[in-house]
């Protein structure tokens, strides 16, 4: 399992091919890379703050639920911070395990979760000003089906 929290930007072929590569004890690896949208074309950065030590051992505290819980063979969470472009990438989740069903219902699980119980601070920079983005309840009726 890792669990990186980083600002340097990543790109998600090369991890996926590093995660992947010479496993042969699993048959399904299941990954979800997510990027700075710009929902109403003004937006001119994300910025992603976060306190080091207290985001690492949430996100690693959530990883190890999902190795425990669908028995992964591994487990892979990226998650960056500082200022990022629409269109960067933000984040990955990798999973790996015996079935397909287990390595997407566990990236299911971390992407619901990293979304919700992460510990980052978001703020939208637009054209037209600044904005915290807020808690939606959407995402917070996502964590019910686990």
Not at 11 to 16: I, M, P, Q, R, Y
Not at 33 to 47: I, S, W
Not at 126 to 144: F, I, P, Q
């Amino acid at each position: 399992m890792q669990v990186r929290v980083q600002s340097e930007p990543f790109d998600a072929g090369t991890e996926l091919n590093s995660f992947a590569t010479g496993r042969s004890d699993v048959g399904a690896v299941v990954s979800f890379t997510g990027v700075v949208r710009d929902t109403y074309g003004n937006l001119q950065e994300m910025l992603i703050e976060h306190y080091p030590g207290m985001t690492q051992s949430a996100i690693t505290k959530i990883a190890q639920e999902a190795v425990d819980r669908w028995a992964l063979a591994d487990c892979l969470v990226i998650h960056r911070y500082g200022a990022l472009k629409p269109g960067a990438p933000i984040m990955m989740v990798a999973t790996a395990a015996a079935h397909r069903a287990a390595a997407f219902e566990a990236a299911d699980f971390l992407m619901d979760y990293l979304k919700s119980r992460a510990p980052f601070w978001k703020k939208e920079i637009t054209t037209s000003g600044a904005d915290w983005v807020a808690a939606k309840d959407a995402d917070e009726d996502a964590l019910k089906r686990w």
